[in-house]
Every structure is written in C-alpha cells, then in structure tokens.
C-alpha cells in the first residue's frame, strides 16, 4: 500500500521515435534529429545512434563525425506537438492531477487511485500498454513515493524502462547512485563536491551540511534530504504561460537597420500565430538583440490596449528597433510579448479546453531546453521550405 505515489513517464528518444513513427524504414537506424546548418545541434537521436556516443545538446558537426552513416532530420516541432498533445490525454484520462514538465515528460500523482486501478503497479504497465498502442511510442515510467525519486526512476532502465521505488528501500537504493543523478546538480557542482570527497548520494546523505554549503548555499539542507531520498512538493498542475515569444540565432550576423527589420517582420507572424492560437493577447513587448561578441541587450514597450494581431506587433518591434545600436553584427534576435490576457478566449480555437491545459508544448520545450537550438531547428525547417 503506498502513501504516496507519483508516476514519472518519460518518452524514448522522443522526436526520433516520432519520425520513426510517420517513416517506419527509419526502424532500427541511427537517426539523429536536430538543426542541419552550420551553427546546429542536436535535439536528439535514436538509441542506436546513442551508441556512437552521440546525444542531445551535442554540436550538429561532432555528431556528423561521430557517426556519419546516421539518417539527419531537421525536427518537426508541429508534429511532435500533436503526439505529445495524444499522450498527455491519457495522461489526464489517467490521473486528475498531472503535471507537465516538457513536451515528452509528466509527472502523475497516482495516490489513492488503488481502488480504480488495483495498484499504481498496474496503473503504470496500463499507461505503457496505452501510449503503445495508441500512439505507437515506447515510454519509460517511474514509479515512486515522490517526484524526485519518480523521475531518477523512469531515467534508470531507459529505453521501454519500468523502475519502482518503493519508500522504505528508497535511500539504500539511491545511495550508490552519483551526485550528479540528482536533478539540479550539474557537472560544477557535482566537481565542488568531488574536491570534498562526496562522489555518491550516499555520502551527500550523511556529508556535514557546513560543507555543502558553499556549494549549495541556502539549498544545502533541502540537497541534503533529497540525497536520503525526502522530497515533499507537491505536483504543479496550472502552468499559464507568462509570455509568448520567439527568438532566432542566424547563420551569419545580420548587419543594419534593414536586415534586422526583415527578420523581426518573421518573428512578429510566428510569435502572433501562436498567440492568437492559443487564445492570448499581450500588453507588454521586448526585443532582445544579441550581438557578435554575445552581448545581449532588451528594449520594452507596453501598450494599454493589450495585441495579437501581427501588424500590431511588427510595429512595436520596429519601433524597438529603432532604439537599438546597431554598430555590431547581430547573432540573435528575440519578441516576446507578455502580460498576457485573454484566456477565455482559448475556447473560441479548434484546440477549446485543453489548450489552457496544454500550453504549447514547443514553448515547453523552449523554456526547458534553451531557445537557441530550438530557434535553430525552425529557421532551418523554414528555410527549406
Ligand atoms: P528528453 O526526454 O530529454 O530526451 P529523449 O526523449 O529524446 O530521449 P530519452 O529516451 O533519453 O528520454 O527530451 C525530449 C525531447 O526534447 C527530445 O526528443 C528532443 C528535445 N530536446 C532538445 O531539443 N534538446 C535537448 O537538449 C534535449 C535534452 C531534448
Ligand atoms: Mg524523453
């Protein structure tokens, strides 16, 4: 019987999966997702190109040399919107509390759903069966007293993984487990750690939390309790979205006034579309310039009479424009609009309801993953179109 219980599901390879999915020859290949150009990256890659050492974040390039004979696909943002979209509802179908945390990744709070499902057990193998048979798509699930050890969890048997933690064996089995397994350590912290001897969460567990402080600061208590396997938060389950934006990193730096117009006219549609999609208007706009040498500099304007329409924000943007130096190259432009109203209006868009719910998930992306890849991926898909 559990006290809690929190399901972690987490998709294989996602975007890859998905294009196996539409082009099943794709089946069995290293297949490696990402921005084809110059500056690109890869957003990820298939198992089998895994093997060749090559992963997300990786520059498009190295993955090139890494493993050459591998099928290269500039990714499909809308398409994996409309999977995840299918997955998510049988997420919501499953649990009412659900919690999204990126395009291929939830979190649901399975307590005291024993009497519809005879066991989170069971209710797991369901939503794996479902997601398989439904969508078409492997999923990792985690299974654990909370969200912590529920994501470690559906990370540790990946692909097709199905991983419970169960409380009372929950710190032996983390304690060999390293630093850096826990969410939020990276490799800096992970190496402060190392200097002091502290190379698994065991030994975080039991380390003099004085000397984890100058590594985590005020957190170190709570690093601490997660090391033994105590993480108390409860499941986020409203995510509205604060702003709507978009940026775009170029091949070559753009130089003046004019090059720069042409592109925020493209930014000003792509950021209005999606407003507009998803029922919102905005009051508040920023453009962010980031120059050659990356200096990054943002220019604000607010409106009372809060926009979507595309002209309207075309017209702030110039106006913004016209405020900035444009001595230097720039690398990157960025709108966003915020003080976002408007969300009654969702219901009149083919998406109603679940839009609110849902978000879109390429914003989720975004917001987890860094925009630049992603911004990347869209200039470069646009482009060959
Ligand atoms: P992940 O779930 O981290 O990765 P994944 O689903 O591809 O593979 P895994 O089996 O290890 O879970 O991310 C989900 C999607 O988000 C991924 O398919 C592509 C995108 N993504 C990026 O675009 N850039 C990134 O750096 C990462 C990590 C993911
Ligand atoms: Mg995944």
Known sequence: MW?????HVDMDAFFAACEVLDDPTLRGQPLIVGGLSGR??????SYEARRFGVHSAMAMARARQLCPHAVF?????????????QIMDIFHQTSPVVQQLSIDEAFLDLTGTEAIYGSPEKCGRLVKERIKKEVGLTASVGLAPNKFLAKLASDLEKPDGFTVIEKEKAAAFIAPLPVG?????????????????????????EADENLLRPVFGVNAARVKLLARGIDERPLVTEEEPKSIGREMTFEEDLIGFEACRKKLLYL????????????????TLTLKVKYSDFQIRSHST???????????IYALAAELLRQ?????????????????????????FAEGERSKKLNAAVDLIKDRFGKDSIARGLLKRTKEK
């Open 3 to 7: 006290e809690r219980c929190i399901m």
């Open 40 to 45: 690109g990256v890869v957003a990820t890659c």
């Open 73 to 85: 696909l500039p990714p499909r943002f809308e398409r994996y919107s409309e999977v995840s979209r």
């Open 181 to 205: 397994k826990i969410f939020g350590i990276g490799a800096k912290a992970a190496a402060a750690l190392a200097k002091v001897g502290i190379v698994r969460i065991g030994q975080l567990a």
């Open 268 to 283: 000003s549609q792509q950021v209005g579309y999606r407003l507009r999609r998803h029922g919102y208007r905005g009051r």
């Open 302 to 312: 607010s409106r009372e009479e809060p926009i979507a329409g595309d002209e309207e």
């Open 324 to 348: 900035v130096r444009l001595a230097k190259g720039v690398r990157l432009l960025g709108l966003t609009v915020g003080g976002l109203t408007g969300e009654g209006e969702a219901s009149l």
